[in-house]
């Protein structure tokens, strides 16, 4: 473990890049598409013009030894100035709020439906499954911005296990469709925990097959993601897992990832 002792962060907000830290917090999850991030900064140094609302915010973070990783591109959406600077972002999913569709459709598939209102969205980035549906003879959108269209389309159709979320790289696509093809699930390598290494704290699952473990700051981790644990004082052996909820919390003293899971097998 001490290839992960000094954690890095780097906020990117507008041209102006913050490298010291007080608080920062990011939630992804598989349930809400929209990841949150909470920051606070010291006021010593940082531009009053460039901390504002709707300023573009990308954060990157990772270890001195080991490089960084994309975690967040979104934008500012509140910021307080007082003794120190506060921050709520929220991702490029906070944008599909803003369009409302009015429209009907006839003889419809759940990928053309998606893909009409990604397109009135203007997004082009894009990557929504190919698997074949049904198709429903007349399907209407009454006022429904674009998120609440897409999560309407998956319970009109039944597709439960369908997810839709925004990689966090500034390049990265917006992904829809069911969890086996999604691209974090077809990954090649396991990310493995273990009670005593890298696990701080586990609690293992109830009868809902779930449970949470704390572990040290691990930047790449990603909900919908498959992970190995290891606790020989729960399990005989090796549990495999579904990341549903990733907590990144990073301080001036410590930084942990709490993770939400769900069992696989």
Not at 162 to 175: K, Q, S, T, V
Not at 218 to 234: E, G, K, W
Not at 239 to 262: D, F, G, M, P, S
Request: charged content about 30%.
């Amino acid at each position: 473990m001490f290839e992960y002792l000094a954690p890095v962060v780097e906020i990117e907000i507008g041209d102006f890049i913050v490298r010291r830290i007080v608080d920062l917090k990011l939630v992804t999850g598989r349930a809400s598409p929209l990841d949150r991030a909470d920051i606070v900064l010291p006021v010593e140094g940082l531009d009053p013009a460039a901390i504002v609302r709707e300023a573009p915010v990308h954060i990157r973070a990772g270890y001195r030894e080991k490089g960084l990783w994309p975690l967040f591109t979104g934008s500012v959406v509140d910021v307080a100035w007082h003794h120190q600077v506060r921050l709520l972002c929220r991702d490029r999913m906070e944008g599909l709020r803003s369009t409302r569709i009015v429209e009907s459709f006839v003889d419809v598939t759940p990928r053309e439906v998606v893909d009409r209102a990604l397109d009135l969205a203007g997004v082009t980035n894009r990557q929504l499954s190919d698997s074949v549906q049904d198709r429903r003879h007349y399907f209407v959108l009454t006022g429904q911005n674009v998120i609440e269209v897409i999560r309407l389309v998956n319970r009109s159709w039944g597709l439960d296990d369908w997810a839709f979320y925004w990689e966090p790289e500034p390049d990265g696509a917006l992904w829809w469709g069911p969890w086996e093809e999604s691209p974090r699930r077809q990954t090649g390598e396991v990310l493995r925990l273990e009670y005593g290494q890298n696990v701080l704290q586990l609690v293992p699952f109830t009868r809902e097959r779930r449970g949470v473990v704390r572990t040290i700051f691990l930047p790449y981790l990603r909900h919908s993601q498959l992970v190995r644990i290891r606790d020989m004082r729960f399990w005989r052996q090796d549990v495999l897992v579904r990341a549903e909820r990733i907590v990144h919390h990073v301080t001036e003293k410590k930084a942990r990832t709490t993770l939400e899971w769900t069992l696989v097998s």
